[in-house]
């Protein structure tokens, strides 16, 4: 039967049938709306979008909106897919950013195209736009509207508990978090596991960013991971990868020196830093149950609303150990100098009874000692020093240096007569320096000193010994490790004060080229020369060249290392930086080349600058050239692996 058909039995034209169907017949009489509709009735005549809209109904066609939450919308698909495939019914799919805006667009669209039923991923209530459309809700909230109808949900903020849980269970109180901002809810939720636990658990640090880009870019990971914490819960598998090369440059060790935990799981996580541990979020089965249970909704099986959680699990993979303070106090002994440094920017450096004006004048800390230590605490070493300093301004100024910079200066002692230290540098214009120092309170340092600190030595690992200091504080310094088991690293600065008998309990000799021509004069090559000093029964010798870079010299190796890519415009303190670097990064567990390209890196960023403890690089700052040194490590490495 058509609409004409219908026109003509009722006597009136088709447009008037079209007015009573479509509820358009104001200026319709009754009396011929009334004939128009038991003509309907009688002959069961079905308009076309009525028959249209059925027709679609029996098409079976489920709409669904969804957020890429996590990067799994395709494998949400899928799970969907495999759900009601099978049971007749296909998928119109809506990938949308996730704002209510865009959200509430695509409910639209698919109300017109007379879908059966509608699965949404959203934690807002649109029963405003889904009126009598079945509707499921699936959300990775527990924070949903009440209103909202059946909803399928796995809760980050629990993920987030979990995580904390895991972690404050295997003794870590302190922890750090780092999440995409549209992810808080983990942060809030490790909060929470940690306010539970009470004291001393605490969220040391957290950063929360737009996207991955900013959070290395505004410093997030620099923030998160570093001493202060002993476990770093990431928002996602990209951020756990993120801290883990992170941490590899910083020389930190996963699990030892850091536990970290992903929240979301993916393959990926298995082969970094020996397999990170994981909160699996189980997005595909989640997708799968809220489908099914709609096309119960739609047969009428299910009426009731219903809320269902889906269960969170772990994945251990061994990135988390019970924190080792062991492993982290790893301690670093300074014995040396603490000078005030007056440095004179020059032209040229004044010879034979010439005089120069200075174009420019600094007083800064250094002093040989004090800057190897301001250097490792910088670099996060756990750094003590043992020196002298005067009763004056200099040295009060010197000692707050050290207190600014993270050094234990227990064992730095006030002279009673004598100044503080004091360094004259000139700088010329290629940025090489000449020192004379005045000792000072620094020849006052001796044994028995050494001796009131030598809980100091027993502490520590690495001992830098400089000799700006008494010949007799430096050779008890050397006993004194000896005794106790230190490695020492010595710069010679004064060969004079070096028994050469000591030469056999030095573990890392770095003399520059002039230093090694006064310990072993001649003409002789480096390698040789370095040789020489390997049969005296030195470890290792590492030569810093200056602009060359460095050569090292031990019983496996013989490498020249290039300079970091920097241009000096004041060398002083190069080696301080260097010796320092080299320290925290042994004593953070890298291996000696590694090592050495990080300190070249350090000494590379402190010669651009003036002055020294100033401008000796922080962690922060060496991070940014974490790749660079990774670049040149692996050169050096596969040159090795070729010779
Ligand atoms: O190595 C540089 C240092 O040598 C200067 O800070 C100066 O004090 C001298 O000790």
């Keep these: 039967m ?169 003794g870590h109180t302190r922890l750090s978090c780092i999440v995409l901002k549209e992810h808080s809810s983990i942060l809030y939720g490790a909060e929470e596991a940690l306010r539970r636990h009470g004291e001393p658990c605490r969220m040391e640090a957290w950063h929360t960013g737009e996207s991955m880009d900013d959070i290395i870019a505004e410093g997030g990971l620099e923030d998160c991971v570093n001493d202060s914490v002993t476990a770093v819960i990431c928002g996602s598998p990209e951020i756990a990868r993120a801290v883990c090369s992170y941490a590899s440059a910083a020389g930190i060790c996963i699990p030892h020196m850091l536990s970290v935990i992903s929240i979301g799981d993916e393959t990926s996580l298995k082969y970094i830093s020996g397999g990170i541990t994981a909160v699996e979020l189980p997005f595909e089965e989640m997708a799968e149950r809220a489908a099914l249970y709609l096309l119960d909704t739609i047969s009428q099986r299910k009426s009731a609303e219903a809320t269902k959680s889906v269960p969170l699990s772990l994945v251990d993979r061994g990135s988390i150990s019970p924190p080792a303070p062991a492993a982290r106090e790893t301690n670093i002994l300074v014995v040396g100098s603490l000078n005030m440094d007056i440095t004179l920017e020059l032209s040229d450096i004044p010879v034979d009874g010439e005089t120069q004006i200075a174009g420019g004048i600094l007083t800064l800390p250094g002093g040989k000692g004090g800057n190897q230590a301001v250097g490792s605490g910088k670099l996060g070493g756990n750094v003590s020093m043992i020196g002298r300093l005067g009763k004056d301004p200099d040295g009060r100024l010197l000692h707050k240096s050290l207190t600014d910079n993270q050094v234990n200066v227990e064992g730095i002692e006030f002279d009673s007569v004598n100044d503080s230290g004091k360094a004259f540098v000139y700088i010329d214009r290629n940025g090489e320096n000449t020192i004379v120092v005045y000792p000072g309170a620094n020849l006052c340092l001796d044994g028995r000193q050494l001796v009131r600190h030598e809980s100091l030595f027993q502490k520590s690992n690495y001992c830098l010994l400089s000799l700006e200091i008494s010949a007799e504080a430096a050779t008890s310094a050397i006993q004194m490790c000896r005794a106790h088991n230190v490695q020492v690293m010595l710069k010679p600065s004064a060969v004079d004060k070096l028994d050469s008998s000591l030469l056999s309990h030095i573990h890392y000799l770095i003399p520059n080229e002039r230093e090694l021509n006064r310990i072993i004069p001649g003409e002789l090559p480096l390698e040789e020369k370095t040789g020489m000093l390997l049969e005296k029964g030195v470890r290792n010798v590492i030569v810093t060249l200056g602009k060359r870079g460095c050569y090292l010299r031990n019983s496996e190796h013989s490498i020249y290392f290039p300079s970091a890519p920097f241009t000096a415009v004041d060398t002083t303190g190069g080696a301080d930086s260097f010796i320092s670097a080299l320290a925290v990064c042994l004593s953070q567990g890298q291996e000696l080349i590694y090592s050495v390209v990080y300190a070249t890196y350090a000494a590379g960023i402190t010669v651009t600058r003036y002055g020294v403890q ?8 060496i991070g940014i050239y974490r790749s660079d040194i990774e670049k040149m490590y692996e050169k050096i490495i596969s040159q090795e692996k070729e010779t």
């Design 614 to 621: 100033e401008a000796l690089p922080d962690r922060k700052t």
């Design 2 to 170: 058509t609409i004409q058909e219908i026109a003509a039995l009722a006597n009136v034209s088709p447009s008037t049938v079209s007015k009573i169907v479509n509820g358009k017949d104001k200026d319709i009489s009754e009396t011929t709306r009334q004939r128009v509709l038991s003509i309907i009735e009688e002959y069961n005549y079905v308009p076309y979008s009525r028959y249209r809209k059925d027709e679609r109904r029996k098409q079976r066609l489920i709409g669904v909106i969804l957020k890429d939450v996590y990067s799994r919308a395709g494998q949400m698909l899928r799970s969907m897919e495999q759900a009601m495939i099978p049971r007749g019914y296909n998928l119109i799919p809506r990938i949308v950013d996730g704002s209510p805006e865009s959200i509430a667009e695509a409910v639209r669209q698919m109300q017109s195209l007379n879908i059966s039923g509608l699965l949404i991923c959203s934690d807002q209530d649109l029963g405003a736009y889904t009126a009598d459309l079945n509707t499921v809700y699936i959300t990775e909230s527990n924070d949903f509207s009440s209103s909202q109808g059946s909803t399928f949900y796995l809760s980050l903020y629990d993920a987030g508990k979990l995580a904390a849980a895991r972690l404050i269970g295997e």
